[in-house]
């Protein structure tokens, strides 16, 4: 999916500068790398000498994969096996991983209880008023009914739940951003150690589910994107697939509020996809906005009904928005210092990548989402879009965003995303010029085609129309002579015998390929119709008129030397 380059996209790219800067900072200033004397100093100079060096690396490497064509890469069917095999491996990987953690740990279960002993077979009921602990507990239900009440198996549970994450990241990234940014995107969420504690520490948890579902919801919205991007939306069809993305939409603006803020970004990016009107696109963005509206208001109302949801949304609010009048610097984390910091630097690639090209670009919408983290953290309550977890996924989708930056073209400006409108743009350009060709071609011939013969006249006609289709003559009426009864003879006389040349006029029946002009098949016409006349004019002056014989009809018996007939 590409964007066009409009002025909101800027003002984001300015704004995620300054915070970019703030976060390398920080991030060297609290995790302790330097001294105390002179500590901001020394944390300011090294964000800016970090920051310089991932701009160079960048254009270095943008320049590399535009020497190597990386863009077209993806059209190749070994590099399409070679990929496929890479993220099939990574998977396996991530999946395997999780379990080893799992079979070596030796500390005891903790976590959310109720998740499991709600699900037992034949247990006792704990009652559960959170909806994603209810949905947990009846998914996992439906397992112990084949598997028996086995502790270990709600982890396995979760560990399928983050592989269906990974993999709807996966193909949301590879649409909105290309192949390298999914294959850097899957590979940092899948060996992260900050996705790995409730394996570790073995923790019954929502978390894993909830990711599962806040997949589903991106690849949706991204599915949602490329169909408009690639102009499938055709026909009012396709009303239903946009009720059903605002469906997905309202019902995990309803489980965690802290979504809304990762999904408005991407869907008013449809307003800026590149090649399409912008009228239409309003269109689908209310009929998607008003469908989550309907359903984030059933969703109050299926609580305690109708009555009650003013209630029941009351409560909701003040769950999720309040306002803690604090500004917590969730990024300098004291766990995984180095590696935390290594990812703000790479993070910092997208400044300069991001005028790489100047007519397209990718990114502002990932940028948006993690900008909006920075200012809903005042203000928001128990939301999960500012966990670690959460936050490190982000980075994850900034880290992939860098990876497309680089291979995205420099000069890729209509190749890919305006193919079909230049084509036909192309198309009726030439046709344009067919038509004018062949309008001056009828012009210049039509006084010598005329004089020559009707049937060449009406020929260079038809020539103007650009599929080259030439209709059929008309059928030639035979000259009526004067009535002579059957069996009469009549005299030869040279006033009576018609001299008038038998010949008929050349016919064109051959076919003329698309690649020819107008200008071309009247030359060819003009050129058969000159010979033919001269054709006609030779034999017209070789043959001598009395070498002409009568009309005869099937009375008429020619007689020869030594016949012999007795009448």
């Not at 060996?191 to 949706?220: D, K, N, Q, R």
């Not at 994850?396 to 190749?415: K, M, N, Q, R, T």
């Not at 001056?440 to 011939?445: L, Q, V």
């Not at 010979?531 to 001598?544: D, F, G, L």
Request: one cysteine or more; hydrophobic letters at 50%.
């Amino acid at each position: 999916m590409k964007l066009r380059r409009a002025w909101p996209a800027v003002g984001i790219w300015v704004i995620f500068l300054i915070f970019e800067f703030a976060m390398v900072a920080s991030s060297g200033f609290f995790l302790g790398l330097f001294p105390n004397e002179n500590k901001l100093i020394y944390s300011i100079v090294f964000a800016v000498l970090s920051i310089l060096l991932m701009s160079v690396i960048v254009i270095f490497a943008g320049r590399c994969s535009d020497s190597m064509k990386a863009n077209l890469w993806p059209s190749k069917l070994p590099f399409k096996i070679g990929y496929q095999i890479t993220i099939a491996l990574i998977l396996i990987g991530a999946v395997w991983y999780r379990i080893e953690l799992l079979g070596n740990t030796s500390k005891e279960i903790t976590g959310k209880m109720s998740l499991y002993e709600n699900a037992m077979v034949g247990g006792t009921p704990v009652a559960e008023y959170d909806l994603l602990s209810i949905v947990y507990s009846t998914i996992l239900k439906g397992i112990l009914f084949f598997t028996g009440n086995i502790i270990t198996v709600p982890f396995f549970f979760q560990i399928v739940c983050f592989t269906i994450f990974m993999i709807c990241g996966f193909f949301t990234v590879q649409k909105l951003l290309g192949y390298a940014a999914a294959l850097v995107f899957t590979a940092y969420v899948g060996f992260m150690p900050v996705f790995t504690p409730a394996f570790t520490g073995p923790e019954l948890s929502t978390g894993p589910l909830f990711m599962a579902m806040f997949g589903i919801e991106l690849l949706f919205v991204a599915l949602f994107l490329e169909g408009s991007f690639k102009k499938k939306y055709t026909s009012k069809a396709w009303i239903l697939w946009y009720i059903l993305v605002g469906i997905v939409v309202g019902f995990m603006s309803y489980m965690d509020a802290g979504t809304i803020i990762m999904i408005i970004p991407f869907l008013f990016a449809v307003l800026f996809i590149y090649g399409t009107k912008v009228k239409e696109e309003v269109v689908r963005l209310i009929i998607v906005v008003a469908a989550a509206v309907l359903t984030f208001i059933g969703m109050f109302i299926q609580e305690q009904g109708f009555m009650m949801a003013d209630v029941r949304f009351a409560n909701w609010a003040s769950y999720y928005f309040h306002n803690l009048n604090t500004f917590d610097m969730f990024w300098a984390y004291t766990d995984y210092k180095i590696i935390y910091l290594v990812t703000l630097i790479v993070m910092s690639g997208v400044i300069v990548g991001f005028w790489k090209n100047r007519t397209v670009e990718k990114i502002s919408p990932w940028l948006w989402s993690i900008l909006f983290i920075f200012v809903s953290v005042p203000f928001m309550g128990a939301t999960r879009m500012n966990t670690q977890v959460f936050v490190t996924v982000y980075y994850a989708f900034i880290l992939g965003c860098v990876a497309s930056l680089i291979a995205l073209p420099a000069d890729e400006e209509e190749a890919e995303y305006v193919e079909e409108s230049v084509k036909e743009t192309v198309e009726e350009k030439e046709a344009e010029e067919i038509r004018e060709l062949a309008e001056d071609a009828t012009e210049e011939g039509a006084d010598e085609t005329a004089s020559e013969s009707p049937e060449a006249a009406q020929g260079a006609q038809k020539v103007t129309e650009p599929d080259y289709e030439f209709e059929d003559e008309p059928e030639e009426e035979e000259p009526h002579g004067h009535f002579v009864p059957e069996g009469m003879v009549l005299p030869e006389d040279d006033e009576d015998v018609d001299l008038t040349p038998r010949m008929k006029m050349p016919e064109f029946t051959g076919t003329i390929s698309l690649a020819e002009t107008a200008r071309q098949v009247n030359e060819k016409l003009k050129e058969k119709e000159r010979k033919a006349a001269e054709k006609r004019e030779t034999e017209r002056k070789s043959a001598p008129v009395t070498d002409k014989k009568p009309r005869k009809d099937d009375f008429d018996i020619e007689l020869k030397p030594g016949d012999d007939f007795d009448i």
